[in-house]
């Protein structure tokens, strides 16, 4: 007969001896060969001996200044070995690290600070030489170190105060679903939403990008990308867990990867579909030694069939795409290189090992092969929730899976990208949406009404574009409404045209409709190198 009693056992739980932190990994990869190269940037080279030690002189640093477990631990920070030092230090602490992108301006950087309440922050040393950003970090809140700098008496230096402390771990009390990090994505109202993803979470990510790509300690592989994204954090973490190392740049430039690939032997290189092309075409390539590569991966958008073609039969014989979302920690679902030969267009692939994959319909009905749905995820890698916001939290849990947004259907057991269900625009690596460029735009005198759309565009994939109708009798071109948007939104946020328009297309009920600009402008970038 069976039972539905939960067995239950007589013993106490293991506790600590069971517990799964992030820290964790980086000393087990230490302590199986701590002489072997962990970190590589440049002329800067780290062992797993020297990163371990440094990342517990660093959680030792942190809790000497006062913080304690649970404290948040902002960073404003570009690719470094100090970055990873710092981000590794912060989880061994116990503390809560909220990563800022250093592409956002000034508003959303001041309203991370506040809504995370961060109590500490680590800032590149060029970014604190800007006196408006200054200003906003001596505010909120007003202490921290500046890294790859001497420091002064409002922000320390970082080396002096991880040198001054001792390289024994100290012992702190995490536990799986604890909050590890708090990293904010751009959401649909405007506002930046902090995305809580717990010690387990991030540790099962690492270890399912260790085994989807067969990471081994003798694999070296790149982070090109930024390191305060997920994707990149994640494949950095998956890389320490299997004990391989990490050539890091400070930006992408197709000189410096193609050095990494033959000075470094780089086995696994991962690189938006743009970037992959610049090193393909570099004129330097057809000289270059590659044939450390065995697998190279792209994220962000599928690969143009004739792209995709020519880098498989001159750059690397494998590739493979990944995706992924801050709530639900990359990889999920990957299109393997077996089969990207077979099919093209939006094809994502299949789940990854530590995650389950749905199409849904409104009412939570899982739909079959051939029917579109909003794609849907279940896995130990989903988001704790958005912090200090239960509502979105319940919407992103409904019938019991995590929404993605994204729509998407099942064509030969092969999950299709549709459309985005959410107004979001995805342009080179980042998230924007609509409604920030709408109302920013809405705030220029000049202007009646605005739809921003995402259109192709060779380079940024999707190039945020806006059709702005201006006020009877007003006057304003292109040029002056582009320069409003660089006055209150981040590089990457600003438009890259604007074109003024007599009227937007509206529904009966004078909902402006979006689908007709994007149809009748999808070939506006189409020319642009």
């Known amino acids: 007969m069976t039972s539905s009693t939960p067995v239950t056992l007589d013993v106490p739980p293991p506790g600590a001896i069971a517990r799964v932190a992030i820290g964790d990994f980086l000393r087990r990869s230490a302590a199986r060969?701590?002489?072997?190269?962990?970190?590589?940037?440049?002329?800067?080279?780290?062992?797993?001996?020297?990163?371990?030690?440094?990342?517990?002189?660093?959680?030792?640093?942190?809790?000497?200044?006062?913080?304690?477990?649970?404290?948040?631990?902002?960073?404003?920070?570009?690719?470094?070995?100090?970055?990873?030092?710092?981000?590794?230090?912060?989880?061994r602490a116990g503390l809560i690290w909220v990563p800022i992108n250093t592409g956002l301006g000034?508003?959303?950087?001041?309203?991370?600070?506040?809504?995370?309440?961060?109590?500490?922050?680590?800032?590149?040393?060029?970014?604190?030489?800007?006196?408006?950003?200054?200003?906003?970090?001596?505010?909120?809140?007003?202490?921290?170190?500046?890294?790859?700098?001497?420091?002064?008496?409002?922000?320390?230096?970082?080396?002096?105060?991880?040198?001054?402390?001792?390289?024994?771990?100290?012992?702190?009390?995490?536990?799986?679903?604890?909050?590890?990090?708090?990293?904010?994505?751009?959401?649909?109202?405007?506002?930046?939403?902090?995305?809580?993803?717990?010690?387990?979470?991030?540790?099962?990510?690492?270890?399912?990008?260790?085994?989807?790509?067969?990471?081994?300690?003798?694999?070296?592989?790149?982070?090109?990308?930024?390191?305060?994204?997920?994707?990149?954090?994640?494949?950095?973490?998956?890389?320490?867990?299997?004990?391989?190392?990490?050539?890091?740049?400070?930006?992408?430039?197709?000189?410096?990867?193609?050095?990494?690939?033959?000075?470094?032997?780089?086995?696994?290189?991962?690189?938006?579909?743009?970037?992959?092309?610049?090193?393909?075409?570099?004129?330097?390539?057809?000289?270059?030694?590659?044939?450390?590569?065995?697998?190279?991966?792209?994220?962000?958008?599928?690969?143009?069939?004739?792209?995709?073609?020519?880098?498989?039969?001159?750059?690397?014989?494998?590739?493979?795409?990944?995706?992924?979302?801050?709530?639900?920690?990359?990889?999920?679902?990957?299109?393997?290189?077996?089969?990207q030969l077979k099919r093209f267009g939006s094809y994502w692939g299949v789940s990854s090992l530590v995650n389950d994959t749905a199409v849904m319909d409104d009412q939570g009905r899982l739909l079959g092969s051939g029917e579109v749905g909003e794609i849907v995820h279940r896995g130990p890698n989903v988001m704790e929730g958005y912090y200090k916001n239960p509502e979105a939290t319940a919407e992103s849990r409904a019938f019991g899976w995590h929404h993605t947004g994204d729509l998407g259907m099942w064509v030969d057991g092969q999950l299709m990208f549709k459309d985005r269900k959410k107004d979001m625009i995805k342009t080179g690596g980042e998230n924007v949406p609509s409604i920030k460029i709408e109302a920013t735009l809405l705030r220029h005198p000049a202007v009646a009404n605005v739809a921003a759309v995402g259109l192709p565009h060779p380079r940024w994939i999707e190039a945020v574009t806006a059709f702005v109708v201006l006020k009877p009798g007003a006057q304003a071109d292109e040029a002056a409404l582009i320069s409003h948007c660089k006055e209150h939104l981040g590089g990457f946020e600003v438009p890259k045209a604007i074109r003024i328009i007599d009227a937007l297309p509206i529904t009966s009920t004078g909902k402006v409709q979006k689908h007709p600009l994007r149809d009748s402008y999808r070939t506006l970038y189409e020319d642009i190198e």
Request: with cysteine.
């Open 33 to 91: 060969d701590r002489a072997k190269t962990a970190l590589v940037l440049g002329g800067q080279r780290m062992t797993y001996g020297e990163l371990d030690q440094r990342v517990s002189r660093c959680a030792n640093a942190l809790l000497a200044t006062g913080l304690v477990r649970g404290d948040r631990v902002a960073t404003l920070c570009n690719n470094s070995l100090e970055f990873i030092v710092a981000m590794f230090g912060i989880h």
């Open 106 to 339: 000034l508003d959303d950087v001041r309203y991370i600070i506040d809504h995370a309440e961060a109590r500490f922050v680590l800032v590149d040393a060029m970014l604190l030489a800007r006196a408006d950003l200054r200003v906003v970090l001596q505010e909120r809140p007003g202490r921290g170190w500046v890294l790859e700098g001497e420091g002064d008496a409002a922000f320390g230096g970082f080396a002096a105060a991880v040198d001054a402390q001792p390289a024994t771990e100290t012992e702190v009390d995490i536990h799986d679903r604890d909050v590890a990090q708090i990293m904010y994505t751009s959401g649909t109202t405007g506002r930046p939403k902090g995305v809580m993803q717990s010690h387990l979470s991030v540790v099962m990510a690492a270890m399912c990008n260790a085994i989807e790509f067969g990471l081994r300690p003798k694999d070296v592989t790149n982070a090109t990308l930024p390191l305060f994204h997920c994707a990149q954090h994640s494949l950095m973490c998956g890389v320490i867990a299997a004990g391989g190392a990490v050539v890091v740049t400070r930006g992408f430039d197709p000189v410096v990867v193609l050095d990494a690939i033959e000075r470094e032997n780089l086995s696994f290189l991962c690189a938006l579909p743009l970037m992959h092309q610049a090193l393909l075409d570099h004129p330097s390539r057809p000289g270059r030694n590659l044939s450390s590569l065995r697998l190279c991966l792209y994220a962000m958008a599928p690969m143009p069939e004739t792209l995709l073609r020519r880098l498989i039969a001159e750059f690397c014989p494998n590739y493979a795409l990944g995706t992924g979302q801050t709530e639900m920690y990359p990889l999920t679902v990957a299109f393997r290189p077996e089969e």
